[in-house]
C-alpha cells in the first residue's frame, strides 16, 4: 500500500510539472479588438487600432515602446509648446524646392505622399 501510495503522488507531481512546462501561445494584435487599451501614457491612450494601423498583427505589439516613446515625445513637444509640425512643413517645402529644379525625377510623387 505505501509503495502504491508513492507511485501516485510521484505521477501526479509529474503530471502537474508537465502541465507547468506547457507552453502557451503567444498574443498578438489579432487576439483584440481595435477598440482595446494597448498603452495609457501620461493620460492619453494608445489602442490597438493605432497599431494596427501603423504595423502588421504580427509586428504590432513589438513595436509598441516605439509608440510609447513617441507619445512621450509628443507630449513633451506640446508642454515645450514646440510646433514639430511646422518643422516638418519648412523640411517639405525645401524638398520640394529641390524636386522643382529637378523635374525629370519621380520624387515629387513620392513627397506628397
Not at 27 to 49: H, Q
Request: charged letters at 30%; glycine letters at 4%; aromatic letters at 8%.
Amino acid at each position: 500500500m505505501k509503495k502504491f501510495t508513492i507511485i501516485f503522488w510521484t505521477t501526479i507531481l509529474i503530471s502537474l510539472v508537465l502541465l507547468g512546462c506547457q507552453q502557451t501561445k503567444s498574443l498578438t494584435v489579432s487576439d483584440y479588438s481595435s477598440d482595446d487599451t494597448a498603452a495609457v501614457v501620461r493620460g492619453e491612450e494608445i489602442t490597438i487600432g493605432d497599431l494596427r494601423f501603423l504595423y502588421p498583427d504580427d509586428k504590432a505589439l513589438a513595436n509598441l515602446d516605439g509608440m510609447v516613446k513617441l507619445k512621450l515625445i509628443e507630449q513633451e513637444a506640446e508642454k515645450l509648446s514646440l510646433d514639430i509640425y511646422e518643422e516638418q512643413k519648412i523640411h517639405k517645402e525645401m524638398l520640394q524646392s529641390i524636386m522643382d529644379s529637378d523635374e525629370d525625377s519621380d520624387m515629387p510623387d513620392f513627397i506628397d505622399s
